[in-house]
């Protein structure tokens, strides 16, 4: 990957509904060769996707609530049910397997309490061998990501 490869991907990241065109002029490239650099990061898998920021506050989700999971048992049967179960539920954002004091920590965006509640008892506890669950919630959000670092990749 090159200096014109890292500034498409962070063109890219930064808005992606730009068309090739824009971006061409933004790194300084052909449209053509900036559709054939773009192809050829799709087919490396080093663009995964395209998506559109959307704002939960907007979506009436102003709650933001990160959940650490310890289950009952660290084996791969256990490990592997209790992923698969996190799947089945919209309502968990993210899962992330941890190293440390807990096993996962999970994402959830909620209405407000009384909805997180809702999520808590008709998801969480849902998941299978838990053996704790603890609930941190965000009050603010300071930095919301807006894509990797690629221009300091080598």
């Known amino acids: 990957m090159d200096r014109t490869d890292r500034n498409l991907l962070e063109a890219l990241q930064r808005d992606s ?10 790194v300084s490239l052909s449209p053509s060769a900036c559709h054939r650099r773009i192809k050829a990061l799709e087919e490396q898998g080093l663009i995964a996707g395209y998506a559109a920021r959307v704002d939960p506050r907007r979506l009436g989700l102003a709650v933001e609530v990160f959940v650490e ?29 941890m190293s440390g004091n807990a ?30 669950m603890r609930s941190s919630f965000s009050i603010r959000r300071i930095k919301r990501m807006e894509g990797y670092p690629v221009s300091r990749l080598r």
Request: hydrophobic content about 45%; overall charge negative; glycine content about 2%.
């Open 69 to 97: 999971i310890t289950l009952t048992s660290q084996s791969r049967e256990a490990m592997d049910r209790f992923e698969r179960a996190v799947g089945d539920f919209d309502d968990i954002l993210e899962c992330h397997l």
């Open 103 to 132: 096993d996962y920590l999970l994402r959830i965006a909620a209405a407000d309490l009384a909805d997180y509640d809702t999520i808590h008892r008709d998801c969480l506890a849902r998941l299978p061998g838990v053996s704790a």
């Open 17 to 26: 509904s730009r068309s090739v065109a824009d971006v061409a002029e933004l």
